[in-house]
């Protein structure tokens, strides 16, 4: 049976949710359940960084 | 051909009609909870051990080689309590005597003195005034006689005591115009006179009693005048009772709530925990002080939201627990010394009133549970038994149904992630904005897609931040979870689109919104698992 590139689409969808599910469980069964925590600066200032690298990668290629 | 396409249809049709039964019936048998407890890793399940009131401000609890013993004011009326005395071992109750029957009950003590012999002291009142009685008895229980330390017309409230050796050194609250802290002994069946600690205009009240390893006697109360609550300390010298000390603020709300002042000797040092308001804050929360052997008080530390703290008994260095306003309903936390605080109450059932002690390496921490009978029960839990967490549990799922509550877990968070999704629509619009920007210089618009993936969730993650643009956001659940989340989302959304040849703003848009769905469905998991 021919799978429509629509059914397709759907396919990677579930695949990409159930994938970031089993992942994020699986995280669970290795680290342990996490519990509430307010936001680190640091977890902040990483993500700034990460923006900051990508934007400079492009300029030094 | 149209003949093996009407085949296929109807395959299509059975299997989706066998899928629709399934859904239905299934179900049925098989209800998951909407919910899981995540147990604390490394403690036992919680036992219920027996019923009791919430008449008297505190329940005793104290351990030693002849088991764990109980002292509440059992009831359901409060001029009608019974003192009852408990000793379990493995698990078991081994003895349950009613010491004193039908009374109101102010305060009551349980301590243990040389030989592991029994101490009880209880204030009662009475038509007649109130009154201090004590009573010893060994393991297994034979009736003494019973010894009226006190009696006074006046009001007598807040009885504190300590047990050091064979001494029995009390302390409480007293009316003589004002309300003022007295302090007496026994020891042999002998009542020493009674001290007046306090002399103030103030009222005097929750006095607590702690004797040390050098036998000096520590004490403190909470004194209420028109400027507030203050908590005061003094210890007992051979010159007699030392100058009062202010040690901190206290709480009006603590002492209307049965709140007392936790006090603990660790070798020279005393330390202090009780419940105030912060400034500007209306909940109250945790306060922790020291005392150094020449007297000199620390200045009080904030430690979490809560009250009732209790030190464990039995430890060599100040380890606390205290109830704490949670998600659904009141839990308790335990603070091992130098770690963070460990919730151990599991499920929606609010819990209160903690006590705990150690057994070596060992703690034990007990409370009280509202009892679905009427009443309350006491219940314990302890990390000497810890209970075995199935990795479905470790996951955070039920493990009588596991698969049917993922399914619904997928399900849910699928649809709460579309919430959340629309709720963050300004911020996607603006990263749209900025990325299309972006597109406009050629270095950036050259790049592959993966960096066009990386640079889109970058943008949406510091973007988020921003607190002008309107966004919900999941709860955070550490840093792993959130890099977990980011990962995910920008490999889910890089899986979906990296064959997609056509770039401009249609592949911008569906680009950020993949992202964000696959980032919310990730973030929420955790969040829609506690819910």
Known sequence: MRIKPGWKALAGAVLALGGSMALVLASFALAGFPFKTEIPALVIWGECAFLLLLLALPLFR | ?531
């Open chain 2, 1 to 531: 051909m149209a003949a093996q396409k009407g085949v296929v249809i109807l395959v299509k049709k059975r299997i989706f009609h066998l899928v629709f039964l399934l859904t239905l019936l299934l179900p049925s048998p098989i209800l998951a909870r909407d919910y899981i407890d995540i147990w604390p890793e490394g403690w036992s399940e919680v036992t219920p051990l027996f019923t009791t009131s919430i008449f008297t401000d505190r329940f005793f609890v104290t351990h030693d080689a002849q088991g764990t013993s109980f002292l509440s004011a059992d009831g359901t009326y409060f001029k009608e309590t019974n003192l009852t005395y408990r000793r379990v071992y493995a698990g078991a109750i081994l003895e349950e005597v009613v010491l004193r029957s039908q009374v109101e009950l102010d305060s009551i003590f349980l301590g243990l003195g040389e030989g592991g012999r029994r101490h009880v002291l209880w204030l009662e009142h009475g038509p007649q005034g109130s009154s201090i009685q004590h009573t010893s008895f060994g393991v297994p229980y034979a009736p003494e006689g019973v010894l009226t330390v006190l009696s006074a017309p006046s009001t007598i409230q807040d009885l504190a005591a300590d047990q050091a050796g064979e001494t029995t050194h009390l302390a409480w609250s007293q009316r003589d115009r004002f309300f003022q802290i007295r302090y007496t002994r026994i020891q042999d069946g002998e009542i020493a006179a009674v001290e007046t600690v306090t002399d103030t205009e103030e009222l005097s009240v929750r006095p607590s009693l702690v004797v040390d390893s050098r036998g000096t006697v520590h004490l403190a109360w909470m004194e209420t005048g028109p400027a507030g609550v203050e908590i005061r300390y003094s210890r007992r010298t051979e010159e007699g009772w030392t100058t009062p000390r202010r040690v901190g603020e206290g709480s009006v709300q603590d002492i209307q709530q049965g709140g007392l002042i936790a006090l603990a000797a660790f070798g020279e040092e005393v330390h202090l925990a009780w419940a105030a308001l912060p400034r500007g804050s209306s909940r109250l929360h945790i306060y922790h002080a020291s005392i150094s052997a020449e007297g000199e008080v620390s200045p009080p530390q904030v430690l979490a939201p809560g009250s009732k703290p209790r030190f464990v008994q039995g430890t060599d260095r100040p380890e606390l627990v205290w109830q704490s306003p949670g998600a659904y309903g009141v839990e308790i936390h335990y603070l091992p010394p130098g770690e963070e605080p460990i919730n151990l109450t599991v499920g929606r059932r609010g819990a209160f009133r903690p006590e705990a002690f150690a057994d070596g390496q060992y703690r034990y921490v007990f409370w009280l549970h509202a009892s679905p009978e009427g009443g309350y029960e006491v219940v314990g839990i302890n990390n000497q038994f810890p209970k075995a967490l199935s990795l479905w549990r470790q996951m955070g799922i039920d493990e009588e149904a596991p698969w049917y509550h993922v399914g619904f877990l997928f399900l849910s968070t699928l649809m709460l992630s579309m919430v959340y999704t629309a709720a963050n629509l300004g911020v996607i619009l603006l990263a749209a904005g900025l990325y299309s920007l972006l597109q406009k210089v050629e270095r950036y618009r050259r790049q592959p897609i993966w960096y066009q993936v990386a640079l889109s969730a970058a943008l949406l993650v510091v973007l988020r931040r921003l607190p002008f643009i309107p966004a919900t956001h999941p709860q955070f659940f550490g840093p792993l979870h959130h890099l977990l989340c980011v990962a995910t989302a920008t490999l889910g959304t890089w899986l979906l689109l990296h064959r997609v040849r056509q770039r401009g703003f249609l592949f911008t848009m569906a680009a950020l919104v993949i992202w964000m769905v696959l980032f919310q469905f990730a973030a929420l998991i955790p969040q829609n698992i506690l819910l």
